[in-house]
Every structure is written in C-alpha cells, then in structure tokens.
C-alpha cells in the first residue's frame, strides 16, 4: 500500500525544483540491499558530522534493520534518482496516540546535494506522514551550523522552536536546533 501511497502527485516545493527532478526522484520502502551504500555515507566523516554517527558495529547495524518497517515506531524509507539510491529518510518515535514522529533524512551522494532532491522527498513524505499516517506535528533536530538542511526543512514549513545545548558527551560540538512542522500549518500553506 505505502508504494501507491509514495507516488502521489509532487508537492508544492516541486515549484522551486528543476522541471525534471520529480519525475526522476522516487521514494520507496528501504531494503536490505540499500545498508551497503547507507553504511559508506555513515563513514564520511562530514556526513558523520552532520547527521552523528547512528552505528557504530555491524551488530547496530543488524539491529537497527531487525525492527524497521516492521509494525513498530519507525518506517525507513529510499530516496532514488535515475532508480539510484541517493539518500534515506526515516520517519522514527512513532506516536500513534501522540500523532507525531520524529523525521530525519540524509543524502548520502553528495553529488546530489542543493538540486531540490532533499525538498522534493521529503515533501513526499510529509504528505504520507499527515495525510495516511494521520500523523499532526513531525519534528526534527538538525546542528545549527547546518544552513542547507534547515534552509531545506524552513522550504517545508518547519519552524525553530527550541536551541538544545550541546552539553556532556557532545561538548564542544554545535548546538541542535529543534524545528517542529504541523498538518494544520502545511495546509494552511497549500491554499
Ligand atoms: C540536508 C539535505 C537533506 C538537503 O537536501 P538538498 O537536496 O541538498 O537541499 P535542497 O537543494 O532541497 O535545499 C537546500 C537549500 O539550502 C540552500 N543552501 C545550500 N547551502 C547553503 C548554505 N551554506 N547556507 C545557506 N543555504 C544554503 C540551497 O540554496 C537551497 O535553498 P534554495 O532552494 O532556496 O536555493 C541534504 O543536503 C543532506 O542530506 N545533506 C547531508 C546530511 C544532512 O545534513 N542531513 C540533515 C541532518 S539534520
């Protein structure tokens, strides 16, 4: 069901994308043979420093796979250009009763970054995550020096609502901006 529900018409931020670029980019589920390329990107150490390292053995790894898209609080999902795997998104903290979760997404070809792709996908999933998940507030942590990503979340309607400092284990390291975006203020947005 979700493969119908990921091809649903471009959103509103395929306005500011290159003409070519929706109908080249698709979202589909993750799958295991996709953990390969997502583990080479987990070891560039800029991609690490954007995103902070999730794995740190092959045994997180099998884990973090194990109980993904399986029922629980987290749904991983491909982003492809040209049917090439160029980046994950993973929608996580699943609240069914809460009606929010949590979004994080990366492009792993760096090759693809300020093309609209991040924009244009997780747009995508926006509409899957309000619309067939009934979901009403996603949310996101992003490092504040991270312009790209949040000028890309801010393109989506996302607001900064709170500065967490970078204490302990992650002193020295840039503070995280919480940035929230809710079903109500994206459909006042598509009007
Ligand atoms: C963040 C990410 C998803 C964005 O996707 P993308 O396809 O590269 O971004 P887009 O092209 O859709 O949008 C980026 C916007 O930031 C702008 N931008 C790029 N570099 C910038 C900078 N240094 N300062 C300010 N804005 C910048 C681009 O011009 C574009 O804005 P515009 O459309 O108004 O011109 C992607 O770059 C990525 O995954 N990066 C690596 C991992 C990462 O940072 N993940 C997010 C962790 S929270």
Redesign the pocket.
Known sequence: MAQRLLQKAPGP?DA??PLSAPARLRVRWLQAEDLPVMAAWERDP??AH??GRRFQTDADVREWWGTLNRGGDRLGFAILLDGRLI?DMELLHISRAGQEAEV?????E?A???????????DRLMRLAFSDLGLTRVY????RD????????A?LGFKKRARLRATGRLSGQPDLILMDVTAWSVTAADR
Do not use: F
């Not at 093309?115 to 244009?120: A, L, M, P, S, W």
């Not at 996101?140 to 490092?143: D, E, G």
């Not at 991270?146 to 979340?153: E, K, M």
């Open positions: 931020a500011r994308t800029e991609i954007l995103m980046g994080r997404i990366c492009i792993g760096k693809a970054w300020n093309h609209g792709y991040g924009t244009v996908a997780l996101l942590r992003v490092t991270n312009h790209r990503a949040i000028r890309c979340y393109h």
